[in-house]
């Protein structure tokens, strides 16, 4: 039985931070996943959440990057950017791996996109049925809808953070997150786009099914 609980992830949406993106690639490096996102290994400090803007002294047009490990998964928090959400920099990131990306916008828009090796699979915005498209299958919004269905009250970005638990088998902690973690600033400059690629077809959801006791697994992409 799964034991993702959205109180798990609470605590990134309670004042930690204004807005952010966070990727989970599988089977990198850190510093892999830092020359990915286009940043020097080296140039990366290890530092604590807190006092983190006085250390590195980021620009009015720069993010905060900060990446760590997670079982099998790296994850890359974006403080206050977007860059990791972007169809130019995710090809990459998702290179002869797979990528989630969450990115949670101070405008309340929330999504959450699915690449495997340079291509996405799936997007969404958590709770909003035509927002969805899908390459094939579509495991995130399915797993997404099954939580919410079976927690009623809770919201549809923490669902899909849940879903999200699901797949990598783990989620972020208060006590991770403070630190310290490989840390750098990220300008928000968007890497040349990738080439042209058919833009992923809406796809019209069927009802989630009942919550029983297993969610359903995702299976890993073949590559």
């Known amino acids: 039985m799964n034991d993702a609980e959205p109180s798990a992830w ?26 990915r996102y286009g940043v020097d290994p080296a140039a990366a400090r290890h530092l604590p959440f807190v006092g983190i803007d006085a250390a590195l002294q980021p620009g009015p047009d720069d993010a905060i990057l900060r990446v760590g490990t997670l079982r ?11 860059m990791g959400n972007a169809p130019s920099m995710l090809a990459e990131i998702s290179r002869d791996t797979e990528t989630i ?6 405008s ?29 299958a579509h495991p995130f919004w399915d797993a997404t809808e099954r939580y919410r269905t079976a927690q009623p009250e809770t919201r549809a970005v923490l669902a899909a953070m849940q879903a999200v638990e699901e797949r ?50 995702f299976r890993p992409p073949e590559r």
């Open 108 to 136: 309340a828009l929330h999504t959450v996109t699915y690449w495997v090796n340079g291509q996405p699979l799936e997007k969404f915005e958590p709770g909003e049925a035509p927002t969805l498209r899908a390459a094939g």
């Open 72 to 82: 099998e998964w790296v994850f890359a928090i974006e403080i206050l950017g977007g």
């Open 168 to 217: 990598v088998g783990g989620h972020l902690t208060p006590d991770l997150d403070d630190g310290p973690l490989l840390s750098v600033v990220l300008p928000q400059i968007l890497p040349p786009p990738p080439s042209p690629m058919p833009a992923l077809p809406r796809v019209n959801p069927s009802p989630p099914e009942r919550l029983g006791r297993h969610l359903g697994s």
């Open 10 to 35: 609470e605590w990134m949406f309670h004042g930690r931070y204004l807005g952010f993106t966070i990727t989970f690639t599988h089977a990198v490096t850190p510093e892999e996943c830092l020359r």
């Open 101 to 106: 990306a969450i990115h949670v916008g101070a």
